[in-house]
C-alpha cells in the first residue's frame, strides 16, 4: 500500500511498505521528478514515528521526515500507516506486535496532548483509525488464544 502523504512546502511524499520495509519518495511537486528516496525497516520507522511524536508533544517541534516537514493531517496518516500498513487487514495476518500495541496505548494516553497540536479534526480522524485498529488487533489475539487453547 502506498500513502500520498502532506508535506508543508507541498512537494509530494509517498510512502510505501513493500518487503518489509517502508520506502520513502519525495518528489518535486512541480517537475514531478524524484528528489529523495529513503528505505527503513519496520523497527527503524516505528521507532522513529514514536520519536517524532514525542519531539512534537515535548518541544513543539513539527515532524520531519527525509527533509520534508509533514502537515498535521499528514502526520497522522503516516502514523496510522506505520502501526497498521495494509497487510495488518488481511485475514492471514495476525495481531499486532508489542511495540505496536503500546504505542497505540502511548498515543491514546496523551490524547490530550496530541489534541492541543494537532486540533480536533486531525485528533478525531487519529483517535477513531486507533479504535478500529485496536478492535480488529484485539479480535485477532483474541482469535489466536482459542486456536492455542483448542490444540493444548
Known sequence: MSENIETVDGSIF????????YDLLVIEKEGK???IMK?????????????L???????????????????DKGFVIETLHSIAPALFWDPAYGPLDKFREDFIIWLK????????????EETRR????????LKEHLE?????LKR????D
Open 14 to 21: 509517498l510512502s510505501s511498505v513493500d518487503g518489509g520495509n
Open 53 to 71: 511524536w514525542g519531539s512534537y508533544l515535548e518541544e513543539g517541534k513539527k515532524p520531519e521526515i527525509v527533509g520534508q516537514v509533514l502537515t
Open 148 to 151: 492455542k487453547r483448542q490444540h
Open 33 to 35: 521528478k524524484e528528489i
Open 109 to 120: 494516553y496523551n490524547i490530550r496532548c496530541i489534541k492541543e497540536k494537532i486540533g480536533e
Open 39 to 51: 528505505s527503513y525497516s519496520y523497527a527503524e520507522y516505528r521507532n522513529l514515528i514514536k520519536k
Open 140 to 144: 485477532k489475539k483474541l482469535e489466536d
Open 126 to 133: 487519529l483517535e477513531g483509525s486507533l479504535e478500529m485498529i
